[in-house]
């Protein structure tokens, strides 16, 4: 890793760092006004696959967090913006909420298959249509491969799984667009003048989130919310530079030790 510079840059995650479905994290709103009253850029990075970037932004208006919509980088927009790059025509195993973020895109007749988090279209019909379509040589791009995410009732299965049940059914690798992909972090911070060594991430997720970043050059902050389990921090190797309870703790350390 680089030596480390002054902070610029802070990499925020939203689902399980900043809210669990409709709800807040506590003091979260109160933290991140404390974060943007410092000079750090912030921008929020997010796998979320459940809904557009629209409604994401909506669902934390409603939650008084004060976020605009080019403040936030998700896997959607890398996997369309790579759709767009292949020239080709995808089968979107997506949720029907995330669809608007494909809007123009062609999907007749499709060559290639993109897999997000879509538990109405996981069942085995549909999975086969996309696996006959791999055998034929459409390329298989999953928008993240996380093995669980957070929900109010508990831990639930994220695209992980599904993605490499297709890997391993068609002997193929998906190309990922989302976290922990260094391209995934080294987009987020394009725009901001900021080098990998000047910025850190907190999110919930020890591999997606802190592992990812900090192979990007980065520092990363775990935090004990969202999908967060006992130990998590041991999964990775450099561990995690702090892990602390919650991103208001988070943002404590940040304004003590690296301002």
Do not use: W
Not at 84 to 105: C, S, T
Not at 153 to 180: N, R, S
Not at 194 to 213: F, K, L, N, Q, T
């Amino acid at each position: 890793m680089a030596a480390r510079r002054a902070l610029k840059a802070v990499l925020v995650d939203l689902s399980g760092t900043l809210h669990i479905e409709d709800a807040a994290v506590p003091g979260s709103q109160e933290a991140l006004k404390r974060l943007r009253g410092t000079s750090v850029i912030v921008r929020f990075v997010t796998n979320t696959t459940k809904e557009s970037k629209q409604d994401l932004l909506e669902r934390l208006r409603k939650l008084e967090f004060d976020i605009s919509e080019d403040e936030i980088f998700t896997s959607l927009t890398a996997a369309r913006s790579l759709v767009e790059q292949k020239q080709v025509r995808p089968m979107l195993l997506v949720d029907d909420r995330a669809l608007p973020d494909f809007k123009g895109i062609q999907t007749s007749d499709p060559n290639a298959v993109v897999v997000g988090l879509a538990p109405e279209h996981f069942h085995y019909e549909i999975l086969n249509q996309a696996f006959r379509l791999l055998l034929d040589g459409a390329p298989l791009i999953a928008i993240h491969k996380a093995r669980y995410y957070k929900r109010k009732d508990g831990l639930a299965l994220g695209p992980g799984p599904f993605v490499t049940a297709l890997e391993y059914a068609t002997d193929t690798k998906a190309t990922v667009v989302g976290k922990p992909e260094r391209t995934f972090f080294l987009e987020a911070l394009r725009g901001t003048g900021c080098e990998p060594e000047e910025a850190v991430m907190i999110g919930d997720d020890s591999r997606d989130d802190v592992g990812g970043a900090q192979n990007a050059g980065m520092l990363g902050i775990l935090v004990k919310t969202g999908k967060y389990r006992a130990a998590d921090e041991e999964k990775i190797n450099p561990p995690p530079y702090l892990t602390c309870e919650s991103f208001p703790h988070a943002v404590d350390h940040i304004l003590q030790h690296l301002l």
